[in-house]
């Protein structure tokens, strides 16, 4: 397996990336995802990895290493993201195991993580709450080569964040498109839905390839549910706002992985990226998509995260 160490993206070089896939998918789905990822999708960065539950790791390990050489071959950066979240014995070892390793740099998506990691370059993932000047000059300090800021974050945070950034040498990132991680549990709703415990789950949470969608009482969606997580029921689209996280100097565009095409939603942001078409253009292929859920970008406005606005409102 090649070493990554040396493929630390650089500010100013504006990219697509690709989260690790959230959702308990089948291994060879999950490795024929990631190999069309690899063979056509204009994405300079790739994350993989195990991060909602350390039960499914197993389930597709025997796939991870042929999916990063392939990854690799096709020229992408490889990133390994760690587990979100560490309650059980289960899970500190698969955030050790995952840490241990010195030929490819780690994501961390929990403070656990950090312990592993401090001194060593790696990158921050979206679940470590990275609000404010002090807390990213201390993640820095420890080693933090790429931040990927929460989903949470208005625009006027992101772009003093990002410039402060700058100052440290530390390469900056958002998701752009994708379900939104809203919050994580110790307990399995995925599994208290179907009548199970998280223990005893029999991994039903497979039965939904993009999270169990919530309803309220009078059947109005709201939610969304992926094992031990809570995600927006709506799509998050932030690609009117490419121009102007462009000019923040944002360097990493990141696409969360669903069940549509992800080439598709890859290429569009890229194409809007290097100004190959209209962010309005862009828009109307994601508009195209059979998602079952309206878009969302309510959070970068500084409104409520499920609404939906013009760049211009």
């Not at 990822?37 to 796939?63: H, Q």
């Not at 289960?90 to 950090?114: I, Q, T, W, Y």
């Not at 949470?205 to 997580?229: A, F, H, M, Y």
């Amino acid at each position: 397996m090649a070493t990554e160490l040396q493929g630390i993206p650089s500010s100013g070089a504006a990219e697509v990336t690709l989260g690790p896939v959230l959702f308990n998918w089948s291994a060879e789905t999950w490795r024929d995802f990631y190999f069309r990822i690899a063979d056509e999708a204009p994405i300079g960065t790739v994350y993989v990895g195990e991060v909602i539950c350390s039960k499914r790791a197993p389930l597709f390990s025997d796939m991870l290493e042929p999916v990063i050489a392939r990854l690799q071959q096709a020229g992408k950066r490889v990133i390994v993201s760690s587990l979100s979240e560490t309650v059980l014995k289960l899970d500190r070892k698969l955030v050790e195991s995952v840490c241990a390793s010195d030929e490819m740099l780690v994501e961390a998506n929990d403070p656990s993580s950090l312990f592993y990691l401090r001194g060593r370059a790696h990158h921050i993932g979206p679940l470590v709450n990275v609000y404010n000047e002090e807390a990213l000059r201390v993640l820095a300090k420890s080693g933090a080569r790429q931040v990927c800021f929460p989903v949470e974050l208005p625009a006027t945070s992101l772009a003093r964040l990002c410039a402060v950034a700058r100052e440290l040498g530390v390469a900056t990132e958002i998701q752009v498109f994708g379900r939104q991680q809203l919050a994580l549990s110790a307990r399995c709703y995925h599994a208290r839905a179907h009548g199970r415990t998280k223990d005893s789950c029999l991994f039903v949470c497979e039965n939904d390839p993009d999270g169990l969608d919530l309803t309220t009482l009078d059947r109005q969606s709201c939610l969304t549910v992926n094992g031990i997580q809570t995600m927006s029921h709506d799509y998050l689209s932030l690609m009117a706002e490419v121009p102007q996280l462009l000019d923040m100097g944002l360097d990493g565009f990141r696409l969360s992985p669903h069940s549509c095409d992800m080439v598709k939603v890859a290429r569009a942001f890229d194409d809007v990226i290097r100004r190959h078409i209209t962010p309005a253009e862009g828009q109307a292929i994601l508009d195209s998509l059979d998602l079952n859920a309206p878009f969302a970008n309510g959070f970068f406005h500084g409104k409520p995260g499920n609404l939906f606005l013009n760049a211009a409102e």
